[in-house]
T-cell receptor
Framework: GAVVSQHPSRVICKSGTSVKIECRSLDFQATTMFWYRQFPKQSLMLMATSNEGSKATYEQGVEKDKFLINHASLTLSTLTVTSAHPEDSSFYIC???????????FGQGTRLTVV | GNSVTQMEGPVTLSEEAFLTINCTYTATGYPSLFWYVQYPGEGLQLLLKATKADDKGSNKGFEATYRKETTSFHLEKGSVQVSDSAVYFCALGQEYGGATNKLIFGTGTLLAVQP
């Protein structure tokens, strides 16, 4: 299947700083990318959906100014957690789908710890 | 709204035992149903799917049947192996942009198979 790479796999940052997570589709052009957040022992919660070249569509309850999503190219989407707080610590996962795909492909996830 | 309820884990089985992981859903319309698997240190992978009532998805010895009357999509395997140890996610697909790719996930079930 198609490959989606997420970077970094783990990151630790200080409270108040910003951290950027990258999601790349390595062998296909991703017209749509999804960002999820997973708390321990809970399901993956969809945070936002982004289409290349357009503004992201955020799910209810997700702060747009805190979780900045950019999908500037057909192979890269970024999620920036701004002014991070310890409660932002979580596992973030992206998925991507291209025009020729019938399913979404997932990245390996990023474990964010805010101290 | 749409939701997925999945049995809690962990599920611990001996090799060659029969596996069932229950999944029920609540949805409007006629969603597609999926099972994803996440092996340690890897991203989510699509295991199988069913797009309409009475469809049976199957892959790698795993099966699940889309039961509209009981709103269920239980995952089964007749004889598990140690290599099946992973976290299994049931998911419901919503329409997005003409494709069923906006996924709502269950909480995930950890399966541990002992030799």
């Amino acid at each position: 299947g198609a490959v989606v790479s997420q970077h970094p796999s783990r990151v630790i940052c200080k409270s108040g700083t910003s951290v950027k997570i990258e999601c790349r589709s390595l062998d296909f052009q991703a017209t749509t990318m999804f960002w999820y957040r997973q708390f321990p022992k809970q399901s993956l919660m969809l945070m936002a959906t982004s289409n290349e070249g357009s503004k992201a569509t955020y799910e209810q309850g997700v702060e747009k100014d805190k979780f900045l999503i950019n999908h500037a190219s057909l192979t890269l989407s970024t999620l920036t957690v701004t002014s991070a707080h310890p409660e932002d610590s979580s596992f973030y996962i992206c998925s991507a789908i291209g025009v020729m795909n019938t399913e979404a492909f997932f990245g390996q996830g990023t474990r964010l710890t805010v101290v | 709204g749409n939701s997925v309820t999945q049995m809690e884990g962990p599920v611990t089985l001996s090799e060659e035992a029969f596996l069932t992981i229950n999944c029920t859903y609540t949805a409007t319309g006629y969603p597609s149903l999926f099972w994803y698997v996440q092996y340690p240190g890897e991203g989510l992978q699509l295991l199988l799917k069913a797009t309409k009532a009475d469809d049976k998805g199957s892959n790698k010895g795993f099966e699940a049947t889309y039961r509209k009357e009981t709103t269920s999509f239980h995952l089964e395997k007749g004889s598990v192996q140690v290599s099946d140890s992973a976290v299994y996610f049931c998911a419901l697909g919503q329409e997005y942009g003409g494709a069923t790719n906006k996924l709502i996930f269950g909480t995930g079930t950890l399966l541990a198979v002992q030799p």
